[in-house]
């Protein structure tokens, strides 16, 4: 008889492009939703919950790889539908604006949170489920729902430990791109699409690089030869002029976009809600250190049809090598009037913008303004297996009083290793009560923090002085451990 072929185990691994989150970050991006909520609110805008899954169709061309059917998310057919993981939270509010116009109000102002999908190639900080953090208004025309959408992110970056001076919100307007492109002659040339992606480079080339790219072609840093579009100097002259124009004042970082656009009849539009944006902003005393004009924000170049933004993280870190760098973009958006009109028909304007909650995070953690661990639960060790009852009584008694606590549920033979779960889990304080602490009605209150300061810094003479373990009466639990916290 041919022996039966055992089964291999699974690996313990999770899938590439994904990751586990522990206590502290949960603990952390739980309370930063909190704070992002509460000026989302703070601003009118209502809470929305959509599901999870889309159809491919409701989720349309904007796709994150629309060169490949289904590809770019998590897809699968039931029946006669393509199904899909949300790869964003834009294009879901369409489809849920769409659904209910009737029953919603207009304009109709919400925001969502939760984690996004992306079936794409993982790298080095980025991965196949994110969370994003989104306030859209949809149905409202003016530009001052731009503009309140800059305000509320500056609001939002310093709720959450962002000072002002660390972060900068950078506002452009596709339609004087658009412009650019129009007076270039390049408005329906087979090369716009490459000029676009040239302008997009602007950040990591800068202008000489992207003159290069626009012309004749360069050689990049490794040493690869990269061909240009093919653009004459002259022809190249006005995407420059629109990439450099931000100057120190408003007045002439718009002067400077009126030279490139022209005549344009669209890109005059745009410069003129950028004028209206500033003005807005600046009645509201959002003023340049905080939100600026900049042409050079370009982001989303097929998705966006009127102004746009980019929030910066202006202070340096440290790279894996130790070199200093900018932290960089934590959240960016813009207008999109043509995302509804793909369900109903009618062009429905759109604004909105999204924070990447875990670049948030990671930039509090590089800053120092957070800590990797959080405190742990009081923790009441077990010495007397019978008298559990009194153990479960205390912490009854805590966490009745608001306070994190736990009893020992391992083999609480080894009373050391007790006390080294409760290192591990972080616990601040320990109670620890035998028959004789029962006996005599008091329990032996165990400072580990201070413990541990003492072990690592103190002298003997010290150590006396300030001893980590002292004993209370047992009706003093509640009012003791609120204290010892509380300093």
Not at 381 to 406: F, K, P, S
Request: net charge negative.
């Amino acid at each position: 008889m041919a022996k039966v072929k055992k089964q291999p185990r699974p690996k313990a691994e999770t899938p590439k492009g994904f990751r586990d989150y522990f206590g502290a970050e949960v603990s952390q991006r739980k309370a930063m939703l909190e704070e992002i909520s509460t000026v989302y609110q703070l601003y009118g805008f209502d809470a929305l919950e959509s599901s999870a899954v889309e159809t491919v169709e409701a989720l349309g061309k904007f796709l994150p790889d629309v060169d490949r059917p289904n590809e770019g998310v998590f897809a699968w057919q039931e029946e006669e539908d393509w199904l899909a993981l949300r790869y964003d939270l834009t294009a879901p509010l369409a489809r849920v604006y769409a659904q209910y116009r009737n029953d919603l109000p207009t304009p109709y102002r919400r925001f969502a949170m939760g984690p996004v999908w992306r079936n794409e190639k993982p790298g080095p900080g980025r991965f196949r489920q994110f969370y994003q953090c989104d306030a859209d208004t949809v149905g409202a025309p003016s530009v001052a729902a731009d503009a309140e959408i800059c305000a509320m992110l500056a609001d939002v970056l310093e709720r959450v430990g962002i000072p002002r001076g660390d972060y900068l919100i950078r506002v452009n307007n596709r339609k004087v791109l658009n412009g650019v492109l129009e007076v270039m002659g390049l408005a329906e040339d087979p090369r716009r699409d490459d000029v676009l992606r040239t302008i997009d480079k602007f950040d990591k080339v800068g202008e000489q690089g992207v003159r290069e790219l626009l012309t004749v072609g360069r050689t990049d840093a490794s040493g690869a030869e990269i061909d240009g579009v093919g653009l004459s100097g002259e022809q190249a002259g006005p995407v420059l002029a629109f990439l450099t124009a931000k100057k120190d004042r408003v007045e002439d970082t718009l002067a400077q976009l009126r030279e490139a656009v022209g005549a344009s009849t669209i890109g005059n539009d745009g410069i003129e809600e950028l004028a209206e944006i500033a003005n807005l902003l600046e009645a509201q005393g959002y003023g340049p250190d905080r939100i600026v004009i900049d042409p050079s924000v370009v982001r989303g170049l097929g998705y966006y049809t009127g102004p746009v933004y980019e929030a910066e993280l202006t202070f340096e870190i440290r790279d894996e090598k130790g070199r200093p760098r900018q932290f960089g973009s934590v959240a960016g958006g813009g207008r999109y009037d043509d995302l509804v009109k793909r369900f109903t028909g009618q062009a429905v304007p759109a604004t909105g913008v999204s924070i990447g909650v875990d670049r948030l995070l990671a930039a509090l953690h590089a800053k120092g303004r957070l800590s990797k661990e959080t405190v742990g639960p009081v923790i009441v060790t077990v010495m007397d297996r019978d008298r559990m009852a009194d153990y479960q009584a205390m912490v009854g008694e805590l966490r009745a009083a608001g306070i994190r606590a736990e009893v020992y549920l391992g083999n609480p033979k080894n009373f050391g290793n007790q006390l080294k779960y409760a290192d591990k889990r972080r616990a601040p304080v320990a109670v620890i009560a035998g028959s004789e602490e029962f006996d005599k009605g008091v329990l032996q209150i165990k400072d580990l923090v201070l413990g541990a300061r003492i072990a690592e810094t103190a002298t003997h003479e010290e150590w006396k002085e300030q001893p980590a373990q002292f004993e209370i009466a047992r009706g003093d639990l509640v009012s003791k451990i609120r204290e010892m916290l509380g300093g």
